[in-house]
């Protein structure tokens, strides 16, 4: 008897990464404060079978992989930011079918309690044979 996929959603709510990222002059010289909200959407079915980190993803590790790379590519945009994260969330989980990136910038406007951009991506058909 066949059993029934379980989805699971992971989140990261609230991941602090202090980082290069903006337009201005002085955003391209001074470190500055961003938040992640991540939430994955996968098939849970083996690791929840067998208790099995490694049929899921590891969130400890993703924070950190995230981390590295937002300090690293030093974007313009936070929209940018938003949809190379959840790209690279695609490309080095295989098991996750989509991705919800939300990138939270305090300090983009100074007169609002934040600014956000979230994109969301899907795996495609063709990119879950690749």
């Known amino acids: 008897m066949k059993s ?4 699971a ?3 990261l709510d609230r991941l ?5 990222v903006g337009i201005l002059g002085h955003e391209r010289t001074t470190e500055q404060e961003i938040f992640l909200d991540i939430r994955l959407v996968l098939d849970a079915t083996d ?4 208790e099995d980190i490694d049929a899921t993803v590891d969130y400890a590790a993703l924070a950190d992989d995230l981390t590295e790379f937002v ?8 929209e940018t930011m938003a949809a190379r994260c959840g790209q690279r969330i695609l490309a080095n989980h295989a098991r996750v079918e989509s ?3 939300t990138v939270n910038k305090p300090q983009a406007v100074p007169r609002a309690a934040g600014t956000r951009v979230q994109v969301k991506l899907a795996r495609t058909e063709s990119s879950a044979q690749a």
């Open 99 to 101: 991705v919800d990136v």
């Open 71 to 78: 300090k690293a590519e030093k974007f313009l945009l936070i």
């Open 4 to 7: 029934d996929i379980i989805h």
């Open 47 to 50: 690791a929840i079978a067998g």
């Open 9 to 11: 959603t992971i989140a």
């Open 16 to 20: 602090p990464v202090t980082c290069i």
